[in-house]
């Protein structure tokens, strides 16, 4: 089945530590994209990639890093610099105009 | 800043009522419109979308309604169920930027049976 497949589903980490989440996508998708979730604050973009070794930062990007080596893959670094981690992060992909964008199933994560 | 602000925040609706959520935007650029759903623990998913150049579209009991000159736009659910409980996202991009887009605050809809 053609999908994004992001893991793990949860995540905790100690404050401090960098961690990184894993995005894959089948669907043959040009451009991927990194999205946070807090409640009550909708969901804002953290990065994206329109095409492989290239990424621009969303409204959000401090504390974050990405990379785009492969086109099935769009993982996400949440460093230590990032003074509010704890958080749903999802990942998503599309054709790379104006059209559908498919969310993976999210990683819920935690920090302590 | 804010480009799409969406209200209510909650809604409660009873079984088989109308289900109405509204959204305004800023940016005249914007020319796609999507509503994605989320159910608890998932990612969203396209429920229903629109462009511009027409005022309103009707998937099912899914109805968007568009006004270009107010900059709004609503998602009305007829007859409402219990399955349609969830959170409704509006959003909105400009097409030249892809998939790039800005996502209102989120409404949290329960239909009560």
């Known amino acids: 089945d053609g999908g994004i497949t992001q893991s793990p589903k949860y995540l905790f980490r100690k404050e401090g530590q960098n961690v990184t989440l894993s995005c894959e996508q089948n669907?043959?998708?040009?451009?991927m994209y990194w999205y946070r979730q807090d409640p009550g604050q909708g969901l804002r973009l953290i990065y994206y990639?329109?095409?492989?070794?290239?990424?621009q930062k969303g409204d959000i990007a401090e504390g974050y890093s990405v990379s785009r080596e492969k086109k099935e893959s769009f993982p996400l670094t949440v460093t230590s610099a990032q003074k509010n981690p704890t958080a749903f992060y999802l990942c998503?992909?599309?054709?790379?105009?104006?059209?559908?964008?498919?969310f993976g199933q999210g990683t819920r994560l935690t920090v302590v | 800043q804010q480009q799409v602000k969406q209200s209510p925040q909650s809604l409660i609706v009873q079984k088989g009522g109308i289900s109405i959520i509204n959204c305004a935007y800023e940016?005249?650029?914007?020319?796609?419109f999507p509503w994605y759903q989320q159910f608890p623990g998932k990612g969203p998913a396209l429920l229903i979308a629109?462009?511009?150049?027409?005022s309103e579209k009707k998937e099912g009991r899914f109805t968007i309604s568009f006004n270009k000159s107010a900059k709004q736009f609503s998602l009305h659910i007829m007859d409402s169920q219990p399955g349609d409980s969830a959170t409704y996202f509006c959003?909105?991009?400009?097409?030249?930027?892809?998939?790039?887009?800005?996502f209102g605050e989120g409404t949290q809809l329960t239909v009560n049976p």
């Open positions: 998503a992909s599309s054709r790379t105009r104006g059209t559908e964008a498919f």
């Open positions: 669907l043959n998708h040009d451009a």
């Open positions: 990639s329109q095409i492989v070794n290239d990424f």
């Open positions: 940016n005249t650029a914007f020319d796609y």
């Open positions: 629109i462009r511009p150049d027409v």
């Open positions: 959003a909105a991009s400009r097409e030249t930027s892809g998939s790039r887009l800005t």
